[in-house]
């Protein structure tokens, strides 16, 4: 593969993948239990992927990089060395003023304000995640006690504009992204992120199995500020919630068709 540096014979025939945006959590989920014999295989611009085992079973753990056009890279990369679910891990700006900094978001359905995804669809054709994967998240986020909300994601091309920031080099928010954030809080969306809509949407064309978690880092009620804090907070409760998630994931499809 081009762009992942990887060849169908290293990757020991996984069909598991966890998506981190950050070629730097790579390896934290990678040898994060019960993640075992990690090791690292490839590393070419913003792709990084590590190969470990998860009850026996081969899972790949590599990174999109930001934004819709480099996530349906690997996405695309990864589904022709034969992967066929996909867990995004990544971290968010919180919407609903209830979704507090270290809540994990999980996933439903998101709304595609991004471009990548219309490649592969229609803007009609929803970006919903799959209902096993749902499923697992809920589950394994209830284990571990963690704060979670289930719902719909706003994928944003844009960090600043689209996320209706203040704080870019022009300080200026085009008029239409003026009131956007007020609007998708009324229509209950619950946060900002970059990618899943991509995912999501690639997954349901295709035929694959895709799903998003999200820590929350930020809200944007209060300005949106991230820090050092709140990205290590947020960073290790959507880690612990999406490995363990995997992990049920996997035993739940040795027991019927992981096509189901």
Not at 172 to 178: A, D, G, K
Not at 205 to 225: F, K, N, P, S, W
Request: with cysteine.
């Amino acid at each position: 593969m081009y762009h992942l540096s990887l060849e169908r014979e290293a990757v020991a025939g996984a069909e598991y993948a966890l998506l981190p945006g950050d070629p730097a959590r790579v390896k934290d989920i990678a040898t994060t239990p019960p993640f075992a014999n990690a090791r690292e295989l490839a590393c070419k611009r913003e792709f990084r992927t590590w190969l470990g085992y998860v009850g026996g079973v081969p899972v790949l753990v590599t990174s999109t990089g930001i934004g819709g056009p480099s996530t349906s890279i690997a996405v695309e990369e990864l589904a022709q060395l034969g992967v066929r679910t996909f867990l995004r891990v990544g971290t968010c700006g919180a919407i609903q003023p209830h979704v507090k900094v270290g809540d994990i978001v999980i996933t439903t359905g998101a709304v595609r304000l991004e471009g990548a995804s219309t490649h592969y669809a229609p803007i009609e054709y929803p970006a919903v995640a799959h209902h096993r994967l749902v499923d697992a998240l809920v589950e394994a986020a209830r284990a571990l006690r963690i704060t979670h909300h289930v719902g719909i994601t706003c994928s944003s091309d844009t960090f600043y504009p689209g996320q209706e920031r203040a704080d870019s080099f022009s300080g200026y928010v085009p008029r239409r992204f003026q009131g956007i954030t007020e609007e998708w809080r009324r229509l209950r969306v619950f946060n900002y992120e970059m990618e899943a809509a991509t995912l999501l949407t690639m997954c349901g064309a295709l035929g694959l199995r895709g799903g998003c978690v999200t820590g929350v880092v930020d809200r944007h009620a209060e300005g949106g500020r991230i820090t050092p804090q709140t990205l290590r907070k947020a960073e290790g409760n959507v880690v612990r919630v999406a490995v363990k998630a995997m992990e049920i994931l996997i035993r739940e499809d040795g027991r019927d068709s992981p096509g189901q």
